[in-house]
């Protein structure tokens, strides 16, 4: 074989490898991929030029990480939203079988010296939208914010709890 065709082969699988791994992580974390957008306080006329630049820089695309556990009686949901206060979330029900999660995250201005900064952080409106797994009741759904995670447990409707089913021998 040809050195040429070995390169090209070897390009190849390396592509390859790549797209699977990347097609795997959008799988893996394309719910937790959420737009932030500027938010009221970033983009108003208090701020200044300065601040509203820096807004427009924080916002974009972030990580908004949750968990969904199924329990026997109610489904539990943990939002990683660290750097927020009780008051920033906005949550609901939506037909029984989506949660979604407003809010706005919002942006702490810090003084340093020197020009060179890096941000990973993304601060501004942001809404999530998460699948459950079976009916719930939103009306008696409760919330807590504590140390960065919101948890909001949702009682399951009396049709979509689950029963235990004995096996008989024959």
Request: charged share 30%.
């Amino acid at each position: 074989m040809s050195t040429l065709k070995q390169f090209r082969n070897g390009l190849n699988g390396a592509w390859d490898s790549l797209l699977y791994g990347w097609q795997r992580l959008y799988r893996r974390a394309a719910g937790a991929i959420t737009c932030f957008t500027p938010g009221k306080r970033q983009s108003g006329k208090r701020s200044g030029a300065k601040g509203r630049e820096l807004a427009r820089r924080n916002a974009g695309w972030g990580i908004l990480a949750a968990e969904v556990f199924d329990d026997a009686d109610r489904v539990i949901v943990s939002v990683e939203a660290p750097g927020m206060k009780r008051g920033d979330f906005d949550i609901e029900v939506v037909g029984n079988h989506l949660l979604v999660v407003r809010g706005e995250k919002h942006m702490r201005r810090e003084r340093g010296e020197g020009a060179y900064r890096i941000s990973e952080c993304a601060f501004g409106r942001f809404e999530r939208a998460i699948p459950l797994p079976g009916a719930v009741e939103g009306g008696k759904a409760c919330a807590r914010y504590k140390k960065g995670v919101l948890r909001i447990e949702l009682p399951k409707k009396a049709s979509g709890q689950r029963k235990r089913i004995q096996v008989e021998t024959a």
